[in-house]
């Protein structure tokens, strides 16, 4: 399947709207980091405002820790929703905290509550003029003894990829992509995509840190990166909304 037209109409209306904003919404992989000077983590949207021109504004509304059930039972969909103008646009990636059966505040079945989420938020953004762009859950850094890098969220990126071509929806794999991204890295030096320090070795951390989930700098930038290749793919003029010289 083509890419679904990905952002053919994302790349085309920015040529006519003066400002046209581009939400972001998702978990802690996609959110911004308090202290970014001096914090290692980062996600990866915080960083997207950098490849584009000023007629591009983002507006990162991912969250630590939400899920689709928590973004819309909390209101933060709605907040979002309320300042949808035609032309926007809005990136959707969520999964990682759907999967947390444990949190009934959180978990969500991949092919019920989940998928009609994902639904809404595509049907909703549609409503306003606006223009969904689903993406997968990005990759956990999950090499087994052998250097297989291992699959970490079960059916969520399948019924993302199903709604995206049923709904028509442009879409971005970042499960597949940062899976090539983690295996080019490999076991050990993929793990400065994340956040892997000895105690003291960072001022921002007293103890040890090994978290292959969320994302240093260097992996930040690396995905937005992915998410850039994949717009610049489509060869449609969102091209005139990246700075000059982005590759």
């Given at each position: 399947m083509k890419k679904y037209i990905l952002l053919t109409l994302l790349i085309t209306s920015l040529g006519f709207a003066q400002k046209t904003t581009l939400y972001c919404i998702g978990d802690s992989t996609m959110a911004n980091k308090k202290d970014p000077d001096k914090n290692p983590e980062h996600g990866w949207a915080q960083v997207l405002q950098s490849f584009f021109k000023d007629n591009i504004a983002v507006v990162n509304k991912?969250?630590?820790g939400r899920s689709t059930r928590s973004f819309i039972n909390e209101k933060r969909w709605d907040s979002i929703y309320n300042k949808l103008k035609k032309g926007d646009f809005v990136f959707i990636?969520?999964?990682?905290n759907d999967e947390k059966i444990e949190d009934p505040s959180r978990y969500t079945n991949p092919h019920t509550a989940?998928?009609?989420n994902l639904i809404r938020f595509v049907k909703e953004t549609r409503e306003k003029g606006a223009i969904p762009i689903l993406l997968t859950s990005i990759s956990r850094r999950n090499f087994n003894e052998k250097g297989v890098?291992?699959?970490t969220h079960g059916d969520y990126p399948l019924e993302t990829r199903l709604v995206a071509q049923?709904?028509?929806v442009p879409f971005i794999d970042l499960e597949y992509y940062t899976e090539l991204l983690e295996q080019s890295y490999g076991p050990e030096q993929s793990k400065l995509l994340h956040l892997h320090f000895k105690a003291g070795e960072n001022a921002?951390?007293?103890k040890d840190k090994a978290d292959d989930t969320h994302l240093s700098l260097l992996g930040a930038t690396k995905i937005a990166q992915i998410v850039i290749d994949q717009i610049k793919e489509t060869n449609d003029p969102l091209l005139n909304g990246l700075k000059k010289g982005i590759k």
């Open positions: 991912a969250q630590n990636e969520f999964g990682h989940y998928r009609y890098l291992v699959p049923e709904y028509k921002y951390y007293d």
